[in-house]
């Protein structure tokens, strides 16, 4: 079955340090997709990154960088020069390809950046 | 383009009264997913509509929980009856394609069941 692992549930760290944000994923299928999405304390669920099971090239948006790591099923999320408006429950997600499974969330890890 | 559009944001109701939560989602998304949000269990798919078919409905809670698409750009999510425990955030969400696409969230509706 699937499951998404956020061991972090919740993290602090001060203004302008770099945070990472573990998500460890099982999967039976070779074919998957793998998320993150941001909650900020206004409620909305915000898309940040889409990854199938195929591209385990690194990514980087901005301050947003991902690690993709099939040998250890882990994709994490680096913060760059943490900013206080960062400061959210971001969610890793896995859906499979089959679609004998559903997306599956992970618990969230509460992320607060201190001024 | 507008987003994902809920209604209502908020809704407070007692005890054994039926709640009808609405949702329109991106015009051309051919996928439409409910979730709930609770403390306790997290986010967690209840329905998923895939060309208003109801594709994968195991994580509705129970037969007091029912949703139906009528047509691409509408849906609704009904609790009858509802009960304090019900209480959560329920999201709609819409995908271009499929549930491996990527998803759009609204706003969620925030129920209170008192």
């Known amino acids: 079955a699937q499951k998404v692992t956020q061991a972090q549930t919740e993290i602090s760290v001060v203004e302008k340090e770099d945070v990472t944000l573990d998500c460890v994923y099982e999967?039976?299928?070779?074919?998957?997709?793998l998320f993150w999405y941001k909650q900020p304390p206004s409620g909305e669920l915000v898309f940040l990154i889409r990854?199938?099971?195929?591209?385990?090239q690194n990514e980087i948006s901005g301050r947003y960088s991902w690690n993709f790591q099939k040998s250890t099923s882990s994709f994490n999320f680096t913060i760059t020069a943490s900013q206080v408006v960062d400061s959210a429950v971001y969610f890793c997600?896995?859906?499979?390809?089959?679609?004998?499974?559903?997306?599956?969330f992970g618990k969230g890890t509460r992320l607060h950046i201190l001024p | 383009d507008a987003g994902v559009i809920q209604s209502p944001r908020h809704e407070v109701t007692e005890m054994g009264q039926e709640v009808t939560l609405r949702c329109k989602p991106i015009?051309?998304?051919?996928?439409l997913f409910w979730y709930r949000q609770t403390m306790m269990r997290g986010l967690e798919l209840l329905i998923y509509?895939?060309?208003?078919?109801?594709?994968?409905d195991s994580g509705m809670p129970e037969d007091r929980f029912s949703a139906k698409m009528p047509n691409a750009s509408f849906s609704t999510l009904k609790i009858q009856p509802s009960e304090p425990r019900d209480s959560a955030v329920y999201f709609c969400?819409?995908?271009?394609?499929?549930?491996?696409?990527?998803?759009?969230f609204g706003p969620g509706t925030r129920l209170t069941v008192l």
């Open positions: 969400a819409s995908s271009p394609t499929e549930l491996t696409d990527t998803q759009y």
């Open positions: 999967t039976r299928d070779t074919t998957y997709y």
């Open positions: 990854r199938n099971s195929f591209d385990e």
């Open positions: 997600a896995l859906s499979e390809y089959s679609r004998d499974d559903k997306i599956i």
């Open positions: 015009s051309g998304h051919n996928s």
């Open positions: 509509f895939n060309n208003n078919v109801p594709i994968d």
